[in-house]
């Protein structure tokens, strides 16, 4: 009975081996998840189904005392063991199967920096060191705000790289820009602003999430000098921040655009009564002058200042910081939820501290200003002139006609080349009217970069 | 006049070798910033400085135009430079001076593994192995759900060990289990639950954190059997989690109790209408049998299990992980507003695929298992019985008395010995009745067991 039994429920047993019973075990677990042993099933006694299987007795009530432990099986005295009841598994969708688009062969759009270039070696030197050498008490639950030892080395690299004034203590790492912007915004959302001024053109992603923690957005224009903060004395008529609770700046090269606040916006943003998340996405890589330092010096008791690794190291290393103004930073740091790996904090403080941080910048900014200059070489063959080029790993080549980026993209995209038009990045509400393609010409590896440019040129020149 | 002005701001400029104008630039800045030179206050020209200083005029012109750049400054055709007008930094608060509590000689709270045990050399083994070979585009921004490679390798090892019920698809990779809780408990008050039903037994933290979110508690009793989740058939008159949307269970081995729950109850929160929450934290850890199988595979389509990398490796890593029934998938991840590190994600997916994680795991739980021996023999000297031992890294030590616990966590204390009291674990609302210490064996590092048991029975026997 109990063999016909068992090759009914399609257990397959193979049981001439080793690990009886973990097999037996698994075997009937999987058949009663799949239903092959529907609830009620009454179980051959364990003596019957061992003479059948050829196991000792002993294994197969080990398996099915295991089974009722877990759930699986009920035993009454005198009536048995039988499959238990119980709530049948709805099928529920299969494996999301999420056609991952595949990779373009060649990739110009902005945002992300040459992963290729990520410094391997040090990074595991620093791991290493800090593995051997930090009290190991560190591996435990990390201060939500961020290890001191992270927050002392940034406080003093942001100070000497960016003008920032920066206390290790008012510094709360986070897991990349994003998270940073989305706690800020729901701090500032508990504390009852109600809305976010944005940059006209901008990431989508920040601006759906400042939406998803509850703020109104109100678009501010840019123009030639940088964001509109004031609302009185610009000549285009445009509105300002007036109104607003709170200001999303990209004030070192704003995103996408490329452009520089002006001094006197950088005076007004500082003047401002609102507060301003001072995005400092690359902040770093300044080419032509010094770099122009952070807003935040300005009013730090305005200004949160945040940072990133994710354009200097690589976005998936999601580290990154905010200085915060003193009177916000409990409000801040009540909503966090998440904090990065407290061994990684300890790894990019060892990084700072012993100068590879520094030395990795200037080597990408060195690299990065050189592609700038192949760009800014080819297209001007081509009589065409690129803007925004004083910094970062973007540069904006405008297009005559509105109508045009669609075609250019979908044109580069058949020839492997992937682009991104200026249209995607603008905040709804805002007036259409410009036209052009942002390029992020950090994102390829070095040896890709030649033909990716060769491509662009040709699908301009078509 | 520039160099009594210079010397009377304070500027302590040595110029006579290299990089003069940066230092030139950086004392202005400071002088500005720190207020010694005053909003308003007008700047030597730059020949006079510059003659002054004996330096290039250049050199002056170049740094008084940067710092116009950067609205420190002002300057105007025909009145010379001087310092901007700006808001007066509030001074604020000083560095958040927190004196960390020294931290105790030895340690037996409950919640922390041996920090000592973390595999460094597998673990940067495995890092130098993906930094070597996994495709450049990785360091990219990571999927918010988690990395493919990882979500495989858990569903792998979560059925093999665990039993769980785990499609790739269905996994999210969190940063911890508390940031798994509160993503979870955010998505359940967006679908419209209000209660949570906790453990009356339980950290405080998960509790605070829920209510957070928004959720209302209602505490179940914990008795032999682990949580009372039905509400009819138990003896004690005890309610169960009827009325609450969704309940927080720790069925392998109750927090911090130590009970395993009863099949019976086990059925009973299968077939229960709620969500449940199952947090499997040290499920991996089973001494006198085999583990008792993930709750979530007797009900898949209603179970949440939420794994964690922090008993197991270490609570630095912030890495943590969720099985979530298909229908809950998009509300979960909706809530996403961080991600742990890519690179992270790919080391662990490596150590498990390698079969490094297994051994890990067995490695710790043999060290774990002969503590815990250790911990009973040396009580049971003493004519003491803790129970809860059947798993995990803590043991429960009932008291005859209720006013007893805070007395010996005092004394403990004075000896250099952390511990920590039933009491503190305890939710609001519950009746209290029960004393005793949650003793957390796994803590110390190896060679400081001996004395922190040694310390714990003196403390006992006085």
Redo the contacts between chains.
């Keep these: 009975m109990s063999e016909t039994w068992a090759k009914s429920v399609d257990l397959h047993l193979d049981l001439s081996g080793t690990r009886v019973r973990l097999r037996l ?1 698994t075997a009937l ?1 999987d058949a009663v ?1 799949t239903g092959r042993l529907g609830p009620g099933t009454r179980l051959p006694s364990s003596r019957a189904l061992a003479v059948d299987l050829g196991i000792a007795r002993n294994t197969v009530a080990e398996v099915y005392s ?1 089974l ?5 099986l ?1 035993a009454r005295t005198g009536s048995g063991t039988s499959v ?4 049948a ?2 099928p ?5 199967a999420r056609a991952e688009a595949a ?1 373009p062969r060649y990739d110009l759009r902005p945002g ?1 920096p040459d ?2 270039a ?1 410094p ?1 070696g040090a ?2 030197a620093a ?2 060191k800090v ?2 050498s930090a009290p ?7 201060d939500p705000r961020g290890l001191p030892q992270l927050r002392t080395a940034l406080a003093g690299y942001l100070a000497r790289a960016r ?1 920032v ?1 920066a ?4 510094i709360v790492i ?3 820009f ?2 940073g912007l ?2 800020t915004c729901a701090a500032l959302r508990s504390a009852g602003a109600a809305t976010l001024a944005v940059e006209a053109y901008g990431h989508r992603a920040h601006r759906d ?1 400042a939406q ?1 923690q509850g703020l109104r957005l109100r678009p501010l224009p840019v123009d030639a000098s940088g964001a509109v903060i004031g609302d009185a004395d610009d000549a285009d008529g445009a509105e300002g921040a007036e109104g607003a609770d709170a200001a999303l700046l990209t004030p070192a090269h704003q995103f996408p655009l490329g452009v ?1 606040l002006h ?1 006197r916006r ?2 007004e943003a ?2 401002w009564g609102g507060v301003v998340i001072e995005d400092d996405y690359d902040g770093e890589f300044r080419y032509d ?2 770099p ?2 952070a ?1 935040q ?6 200004v949160i200042y945040a940072g990133t690794a ?1 354009k200097s190291l ?6 990154g910081w905010l200085v915060v ?3 916000l ?1 409990d409000a801040i740091a ?1 909503q966090l ?8 904090q300890l790894i990019l403080a060892e990084f700072i501290d012993s100068g590879g941080y520094d030395r990795q910048i200037r080597r990408a900014r060195l690299a990065y200003r050189r592609r700038r200059d192949r760009l800014t070489a080819a297209l001007s063959r081509q009589g065409r002139h690129v803007t925004g080029i004083a910094a970062g790993l973007h540069a904006l080549l405008e297009l005559p006609g509105t109508g045009t980026e669609q075609d250019l993209v979908a044109r580069a995209a058949e020839h492997g080349l992937a682009l991104e038009g200026l249209d995607s990045f603008r905040a709804p509400g805002t007036r259409t009217g410009r036209a052009g393609l942002v390029i992020g010409y950090g994102r390829p ?1 070095e040896h890709a970069y030649t033909t990716a440019l060769a491509r662009l040129c040709a699908v301009l020149d078509r």
């Design positions: 075990e677990r998840r295991q009722v432990a877990e759930g699986w009920t238990a009841e119980r709530r598994a709805e529920g969708p299969g494996p999301a990779a992300v992963l290729s990520f391997d990074w595991l791991a290493r593995l051997a190991r008490g560190l591996l435990g639950y990390p003008g004034a206390d290790p203590g008012h986070c897991a990349g994003a998270h989305a706690v999430l998803a520089t001094p950088r005076r500082a003047r002058r010094q122009v330092g807003l010096a300005l009013a730090p008791d305005r994710s690589a976005p998936a290393l999601r580290l103004p003193p009177p930073l009540a939820t998440a904090a990065p790996s407290g061994l990684d590896a």
